[in-house]
């Protein structure tokens, strides 16, 4: 498996740590999450290595700790994962988890132990269960506030009813897409940053499970990023799959990118 491109720190000096983890259990309509990982490292080929903007090098902040090679029992995998995701930051670098199915997630924030759960996402994820599943994709947010104290959803644009039910409660905060440019981050502590793809309009990122019209722009979704990196104590991107042409993928891996030079200049 080839790194992410120019991910070239030493694990020991990083600053950041990527961690694949192509889990594709629990995926309802359109598979292919478990190609996330090296389909984002392969269309971040291109990216340059230096950031204008911050003045920063990728080179120098972020190791690639490989891939955790998913199995078929979710719960034990997530539970491993969670501990390869605390090590990281016990060890002082931030944990940079690439999906991957949503549920993932859930590792990252139990390793991370933020005080706010933010996510770009299309959906709201606040079913207790999801076809008899606690542990599906369609159950993060939910599973993410057993340990945040409050969540906030940005980009969303369906859920079902009892969802937005459960939404409507004070420890949820949910910004519509046509809110999102003028968003600013008010919450107090650290952050937990979560990317799901499909927070994007399919137009720009086809490649992912259940892609839904009337979604953000990539400015849009990089201006959150860059917002939040400087509190955040971990990120992950996910919910990539295999059906475009690399569109998915490539604002993945940049965001990525835009995470790690915001959060180093902060």
């Known amino acids: 498996m080839a790194a992410f491109p120019g991910a070239d720190a030493g694990l020991q000096e990083a600053a950041y740590a990527i961690v694949g983890a192509p889990l594709d259990v629990s995926t309802t309509f359109r598979p292919g999450a478990r190609f996330g990982p090296e389909r984002i490292r392969r269309f971040a080929r291109a990216f340059d290595d230096y950031d204008r903007r911050t003045g920063r090098r990728f080179g120098?902040?972020?190791?690639?700790?490989?891939?955790?090679?998913?199995?078929?029992?979710?719960?034990?995998?997530?539970?491993?994962?969670?501990?390869?995701?605390?090590?990281h930051r016990a060890d002082g670098r931030v944990p940079l988890l690439l999906g991957g199915e949503h549920s993932v997630t859930v590792a990252g924030v139990r390793a991370t132990e933020p005080d706010v759960y933010i996510c770009l996402d299309a959906h709201l994820d606040l079913y207790d269960a999801y076809a008899g599943n606690e542990r599906?994709?369609?159950?993060?947010?939910?599973?993410?506030?057993?340990?945040?104290?409050?969540?906030?959803?940005?980009?969303?644009?369906?859920?079902?009813?009892?969802?937005w039910d459960r939404a409507?409660?004070?420890d949820v905060t949910v910004v519509e897409p046509e809110d999102v440019a003028s968003w600013k981050p008010t919450f107090d502590g650290d952050a937990y940053l979560s990317v799901d793809i499909d927070a994007a309009d399919p137009g720009f990122a086809p490649g992912t499970g259940t892609p839904a019209p009337f979604g953000l722009c990539p400015r849009e979704m990089r201006a959150v990023v860059r917002a939040v990196a400087p509190r955040a104590v971990g990120f992950d991107v996910v919910e990539v799959n295999d059906r475009d042409d690399g569109q998915a993928a490539a604002l993945a891996g940049k965001l990525l990118q835009e995470f790690v030079f915001a959060g180093a200049d902060g």
Request: aromatic content about 6%.
């Open 168 to 170: 409507a409660e004070a």
């Open 60 to 87: 120098d902040l972020v190791a690639d700790d490989g891939d955790l090679e998913a199995w078929d029992d979710a719960a034990e995998y997530l539970q491993f994962l969670e501990g390869e995701l605390a090590d």
């Open 136 to 163: 599906s994709h369609a159950t993060v947010t939910r599973r993410a506030l057993e340990t945040a104290e409050e969540a906030v959803l940005l980009g969303v644009r369906t859920g079902s009813e009892a969802e």
